[in-house]
């Protein structure tokens, strides 16, 4: 491991020294045999990835679309307002955000220390404590919850949202710590040594100058969690025990019930809160992002 | 700066020992320091001679296993590094990137809850003295390599700090940058009186800015004393080494001379052991053509233009003697036979 830390930073700062040459090899398409080979293919890929929500976008703002037509009669909101007001619907809403808030907070919080002892740190056992980290990312999540369940009902927390959100770390955290060890193995400890010997106190130095330092890996890190808890649907379900409803949930039942108004209308909803993490994440690191 | 309080330290480092675990070797061994109040002692040694541990020792990062630190006899083991005022500069600058250069300046300040007005004058205060002025809202990546080191010397110094840890700051830069900053340093320490310990590999470097040099060898310290005395007379052959001395002579002595095995030399120094090393330094050393007294028979085998100097290599038996010839300089060509002159006066004892 030492070694592949190395490497990674040797080509780090390679990628600093050479970031121009780089930049143009990007530019090169990924089928060169002609020159409009990139733009074919994007013309085609892109579409591909759209369609489904297109379909999503076509169903949950129109009304009376049958058969033989190729398009809807008339395009209205309600449907899509009717799903959004529906009191079922904003409470499992607000139990997603609340749980994968939760979920991408605790995740630091624990991925943090463990993180920092595998970038920084070499240590004996240091190979095993890696591949335990893996082990969720390979254990089927079905024996996970099962177990989980049992333990759970033993102490309460089956049916209860902190149950879930306990249950939701177990695959959030191998990402989590995996990406910010990548961090710490290019990070330096000495901006921290200057901050001590400045008169800073351990905490103060971890809030002004640790996490603003790493601010582009934690973002990354949460957005991970965050997303991986939004979309689980089988541990909430095994933790939940039905009491817990979150929004896959509730999607997964509205699929089973064929309104295609509702799963359309759910679905958007269901993929809104990621897209928007996502449209102010993808900027957000290039403007924190300092020559390290 | 009439305005800027001097702070009086005397630091003492006393016995420090301090060993990794997994190496066999302890990193120092019983090292023993003191540097009187205002002045710049230079830590000259190779790459793992224990050098930055040293610092991070005074700094409290590492703690030793043994000896103490004292600062005013007073030891300071026991404090945290952000109560030291022990405060270090690096090769490289780590100022906090996603903070101003007035910011950066203001950090130690701030974390003291110092008024902002008291704060923002300190700031202006030591840009004028590192010589940047109007640089405060600039971020660190906007500055060059030497200006981002003078940022950082400013940020260490604002704090008042009782002593000044330099750990190879000036490696990374170019040659006049480097000068240039070697001088500003100094003046800035000797104007603030901060007591300095400077880590450096470079032996210009080390006896351009400091008042007493240390050499360091393998966690110990083998010779210390003025920069001169050190580069003329350097006590051992380790530290002869150190200064740069290549030629080294094994002999016997014999009444006022020195019977070594390419012939007899004249010597100052009569001292009581019968068989011992004598050194020389390159730029003592003469080439004659003609014989002459105190010159060994040799053949000149590389010659080296330096500018200043003319280096040649002559070979004397199976011995390789550097002399430094300043310039203007007698050619010899390759292969000529040469005397190689040895000055009594310049002939020094060294011990093993």
Redesign the interface.
């Known amino acids: 491991m030492p070694d592949n830390d190395k490497r990674y930073t040797e080509h780090a700062e390679n990628t600093e020294k050479h970031g121009k040459q780089k930049r143009k090899i990007h530019a090169i398409p990924l089928l060169p045999c002609f020159p409009c080979t990139n733009y074919f293919f994007r013309l085609l890929l892109y579409p591909l990835l759209a369609a489904p929500l297109g379909v999503f976008i076509l169903y949950a703002f129109s009304q009376g679309w049958f058969f033989p037509a190729p398009f809807p009669e008339t395009w209205t909101s309600a449907p899509f307002a009717r799903v959004l007001s529906d009191p079922r619907t904003l409470s499992s809403l607000r139990d997603s955000l609340l749980i994968a808030f939760a979920v991408s907070l605790l995740s630091l919080v624990i991925g943090y220390p463990a993180a920092r002892a595998l970038g920084l740190r070499q240590f004996r056992g240091r190979q095993v404590v890696w591949l335990l980290l893996y082990l969720p990312t390979v254990v089927p999540p079905l024996a996970i919850g099962m177990g989980l369940n049992i333990l759970f009902l033993q102490i309460g927390l089956a049916g209860t949202i902190p149950g879930i959100v306990l249950a939701h770390l177990v695959p959030t955290l191998p990402y989590v710590t995996f990406t910010l060890a990548g961090a710490f193995a290019r990070y330096d400890e000495a901006y921290e040594f200057q901050a001590w010997v400045l008169g800073a106190s351990a905490s103060r130095t971890l809030f002004t100058v640790t996490l603003p330092m790493l601010a582009p890996s934690l973002a990354v890190a949460a957005l991970f969690a965050f997303l991986i808890s939004w979309s689980q649907y089988l541990l909430t379900l095994l933790i939940g025990s039905g009491r817990v409803i979150t929004l896959p949930v509730l999607l997964f039942s509205a699929a089973s019930g064929g309104n295609p108004v509702t799963i359309a209308a759910l679905a958007l909803v269901f993929l809104a809160p990621p897209a928007l993490v996502i449209a102010t994440t993808i900027r957000a690191p290039r403007d924190l992002s300092h020559n390290l | 700066m009439s305005r800027y309080i001097k702070t009086m330290t005397q630091v003492n480092l006393l016995n420090l020992t301090k060993r990794y675990p997994n190496q066999p070797a302890p990193v120092l061994k019983d090292f023993s320091l003191c540097v009187e109040n205002g002045e710049l002692v230079a830590l000259l040694g190779p790459s793992g001679s224990g050098k930055s541990t040293l610092l991070k020792l005074i ?3 590492e703690r030793p296993d043994a000896g103490d630190v004292q600062f005013d006899s007073v030891s300071i083991l026991t404090l ?5 005022g ?3 500069m ?1 090769q ?1 600058s ?1 100022l ?3 903070l101003s250069v007035e910011e950066n300046i203001g ?2 300040l701030k ?2 809850r110092a008024p902002r007005d008291e704060i923002c004058r300190e700031v202006g205060r030591m840009l004028d003295l590192i010589g940047l002025p109007g640089i405060e809202k600039r971020k ?2 906007q500055l060059s390599g030497g200006e981002q080191q003078r940022v950082a010397l400013a ?2 110094l604002v ?1 008042r ?1 009782k002593l000044l840890l330099l750990d190879e700051p000036l490696s990374s830069l170019d040659t006049e940058v480097r000068l240039n900053l070697q001088e500003a340093i100094r003046v800035i320490q000797r104007e603030l009186g901060i007591t300095t310990i400077l880590v450096t590999h470079d032996l210009g470097e080390a006896m351009a800015m400091s008042d007493r040099m240390a050499l360091l060898l393998k966690g110990e310290i083998v010779a210390a004393g003025k920069p001169e005395a050190l580069f003329h007379r350097p006590p051992s052959l380790a530290a002869a080494q150190f200064m740069g001395v290549s030629t080294f002579l094994n002999g016997r002595k014999a009444a006022g001379s020195l019977v070594t095995p390419w012939g007899a030399l004249q010597i100052t120094c009569v001292e009581t052991s019968p068989s011992t090393t004598y050194a020389i330094r390159p730029e003592h050393i003469r080439l004659e053509k003609e014989p002459a007294t105190n010159a060994l028979p040799g053949k000149v085998t590389d010659c080296v233009f330096r500018g200043e100097y003319i280096e040649y290599q002559v070979a004397m038996g199976g011995l390789s003697v550097r002399a430094r010839m300043p310039m203007p300089a007698p050619t010899f060509p390759h292969g000529e036979p040469v005397f190689v002159k040895l000055p009594r006066e310049q002939l020094f004892e060294v011990a093993g």
Do not use: C, E, H, L
Not at chain 2, 80 to 84: I, K, L, T
């Open positions: 700094t409290g990062i945290p590094p952000s109560q030291r022990a405060v270090f690096f490289k780590y906090f990137p996603f950090f130690g974390v003291k660190p990546s940020r260490a704090t700090p």
